[in-house]
């Protein structure tokens, strides 16, 4: 798979990622940490992946219905790669270069995760769509939320309601473990960019661990320094 290289600590603004399986709370602490860091002042772009721009939206709606399913993985990996390059040249870029600070509801690592978990693709397939599609555009950081997939599914469940479930939410309790363990190995490889946070807490607790975590890696890029490798 592709890593993080220094490359990420000379990206103009400063680009977080929130990762996690289903009903780990990633748009909620998303949401907290916006409103926080725009009460400090920060100029702040909060998006979501598959989406985030018109074009992305209508492949994230084809995508979640399942319509795609039955394509084949390959495919599936294609249509999230043309939203996610959609999404980077018409959102995340611009914001970037604004110097803003971009939260992203999932990002690269998810479609590691669900396009790559067992009976997927190839790593070797990922990483050149991978490679293609991000352009050198990588976090400075990723927030992996960690929770055990059964109690995410039972609030993802609680939170749609008398919804269906989704693409990804249907899916079999032993999938969800499997992305699970493949978040906390990707967190394993890359230590200087993701930082795992135990999700089962309440919401209180996780809100103040990822800030903390959040300020300081900004007041780190923001002194310029990067010695200890990606910020």
């Known amino acids: 798979m ?8 000379r ?28 009460s400090q ?3 702040v772009c909060q998006t979501r992946e598959p989406g985030g721009t018109p074009a992305a939206d209508v492949l994230r709606d084809i995508i979640l219905s399942g319509r795609v399913k039955e394509l084949g ?5 294609l249509l999230f790669a ?3 390059r959609d999404h980077i040249e018409g959102v995340i870029l611009p914001a970037l270069s604004r110097q803003e600070v971009v939260l992203c509801d999932r990002f690269h690592d998810s479609t590691r995760v669900y396009q790559g978990s067992k009976a997927g693709l190839e790593a070797s397939t990922l990483s050149v769509i991978e490679a293609a599609t991000l352009d050198g555009v990588l976090p400075d950081m990723t927030v992996i939320l960690d ?4 109690k995410g599914l039972e609030r993802a469940a609680l939170r749609r309601g008398q919804e269906k479930a989704d693409r990804f939410e249907s899916e079999g309790i032993e999938l969800h473990e499997q992305r ?4 906390l190995a990707i967190a394993a490889r890359e230590p200087h960019r993701c930082m795992v946070v135990d999700a089962t807490r309440d919401m209180n607790s996780i809100e103040a661990e990822i800030r903390a975590i959040v300020l300081e890696r900004l007041a780190r890029k ?10």
């Not at 592709?2 to 600590?9: K, L, T, V």
């Not at 990622?17 to 725009?38: D, V």
């Not at 929770?147 to 059964?150: E, G, L, N, S, W």
């Not at 699970?180 to 978040?183: E, G, K, L, S, W």
Request: glycine share 16%; charged share 20%.
């Open 2 to 9: 592709m890593e993080a290289s220094n490359a990420i600590g």
């Open 11 to 38: 990206q103009p603004g400063f680009f977080v990622t929130f990762e996690g399986g289903e009903g780990s709370g990633k748009t909620t602490q998303i949401s907290r940490l916006a409103a926080y860091l725009r």
């Open 41 to 43: 002042g920060e100029s």
């Open 73 to 77: 993985v390959e495919t599936e990996a």
């Open 82 to 84: 043309a939203a996610r």
């Open 147 to 150: 929770i055990p997939a059964v």
């Open 180 to 183: 699970r363990a493949a978040f």
């Open 222 to 231: 923001r002194r310029g320094s990067t010695a200890g490798g990606p910020v």
